[in-house]
């Protein structure tokens, strides 16, 4: 990485009043550092940070993924109840789950078109609503 993706991170974690440690550079600057969005499970950004020469625990990675989460700068995708995906693009939108790959990416939000809602039982509002396209190839 370079110093301009090191700064990208740091600036992402500053503003959003996040303390840039070390590890949390690391990894910010994996997730963001080239200034595209992405998807990551915790496992592959941990991998990731290994292959990059990071050290950083597993527990670590994860840790650190809840601080982003909680600070609002992912957004966490569940998929199968189990499996949960990072985005970097925390706006509200669509996407695809791709079985075979075991991948999720963006879908088109102008092509996703939610009618209405059904109404939340008194005394809860709906807080979000995710909508997770599976695909898998044509058998």
């Known amino acids: 990485m370079t110093a301009q993706s090191r700064d990208i991170a740091t600036n992402w974690l500053v503003d959003a009043g996040l303390r840039p440690t070390r590890q949390r550079v690391a990894l910010a600057e994996l997730l963001v550092g080239d200034g595209r969005h992405r998807h990551v499970t915790a496992e ?3 991998e990731s940070a290994k292959n990059k020469g990071d050290a950083v625990s597993l527990a670590t990675v994860y840790n650190t993924l809840r601080a982003f989460c909680d600070a609002g700068v992912l957004q966490e995708i569940t998929v199968d109840g189990s499996k949960s995906y990072f985005d970097t693009n925390t ?3 669509p996407h695809f789950f ?9 879908a088109p939000s102008d092509q996703l078109v939610i ?19 599976r695909l898998r190839k044509k058998r």
């Open 115 to 133: 009618q209405r809602l059904p109404e939340a039982p008194a005394g809860v509002e709906i807080a979000s609503v995710d909508v997770v396209i």
């Open 44 to 46: 592959s950004l941990f």
């Open 98 to 106: 791709w079985e075979d790959e075991g991948r999720l990416s963006d």
């Open 91 to 93: 706006h509200d939108h």
